[in-house]
T-cell receptor, first 113, second 116 residues
Framework: EDKVVQSPLSLVVHEGDTVTLNCSYE??????LLWYKQEKKAPTFLFML????IEKKSGRLSSILDKKELSSILNITATQTGDSAIYLC?????????????FGQGTTLQVKP | GAVVSQHPSWVICKSGTSVKIECRSL??????MFWYRQFPKQSLMLMAT?????????EQGVEKDKFLINHASLTLSTLTVTSAHPEDSSFYIC????????????FGPGTRLTVL
């Protein structure tokens, strides 16, 4: 059965701290791993990772995939209160062109001033 | 951009009634649309995958007759919750993939359904 597991489930930090969120996956015919940020409504796309060992970066956020370990991490440096959200990772199932995503439980990040 | 809209954004209905939720891709053609359900403090659970012009593929445990999905055009998919019950109260989110970029999904803003 396809499964994506995130850790920790929740995290409280102070502004300026650096956080690392973890995601491990077991997805049939794995094609890619995606990270999303969800605030009050629908998730917004952060990164899509398909190749192992290549870091993707966007501002203070970065992410990398390790296909050997079936895992990915999302780093946020110099956190701000606006980073408070649920961070979701999802493994993309690759048996067809449907792009089916298997989501993890999410990590709830709270950044305190 | 790749904008996906949902309507309504929230709905309250009585137990036993049916509710239709629309998902539209506003500026692109969506060959595939996905419907998710999210309970409070839980992750998104895929309910079904729908391809334009064909029947939806439902995930295990999702009742086809209760959650009717129609994807009649490349820009519109609908989810109808039939004979809704309080346990169907949830946040329903759709996403859409473009023909040429099927590995990216663009999410709608979601619909909050409350069944009394």
């Amino acid at each position: 059965e396809d499964k994506v597991v995130q850790s920790p489930l929740s995290l409280v930090v102070h502004e300026g701290d650096t956080v690392t969120l973890n995601c491990s996956y077991e997805v049939t015919n794995f094609r890619s791993l995606l990270w999303y940020k969800q605030e009050k409504k629908a998730p917004t796309f952060l990164f899509m990772l398909t190749s192992s060992g290549i870091e993707k970066k966007s501002g203070r956020l970065s992410s990398i995939l390790d296909k050997k370990e079936l895992s990915s991490i999302l780093n946020i440096t110099a956190t701000q209160t606006g980073d408070s959200a649920i961070y979701l990772c999802a493994g993309r199932h690759g048996s067809s062109n449907t792009g089916k995503l298997i989501f993890g439980q999410g990590t709830t990040l709270q950044v305190k001033p | 951009g790749a904008v996906v809209s949902q309507h309504p954004s929230w709905v309250i209905c009585k137990s036993g009634t049916s509710v239709k939720i629309e998902c539209r891709s506003l500026d692109f053609q969506a060959t595939t649309m996905f419907w998710y359900r999210q309970f409070p403090k839980q992750s998104l659970m895929l309910m079904a995958t729908s391809n334009e012009g064909s029947k939806a593929t439902y995930e295990q445990g999702v009742e086809k007759d209760k959650f009717l999905i129609n994807h009649a055009s490349l820009t519109l998919s609908t989810l109808t919750v039939t004979s809704a019950h309080p346990e169907d109260s949830s946040f329903y989110i759709c996403s859409a993939s473009r023909r040429a970029q099927y590995n990216e999904q663009f999410f709608g803003p979601g619909t909050r359904l409350t069944v009394l």
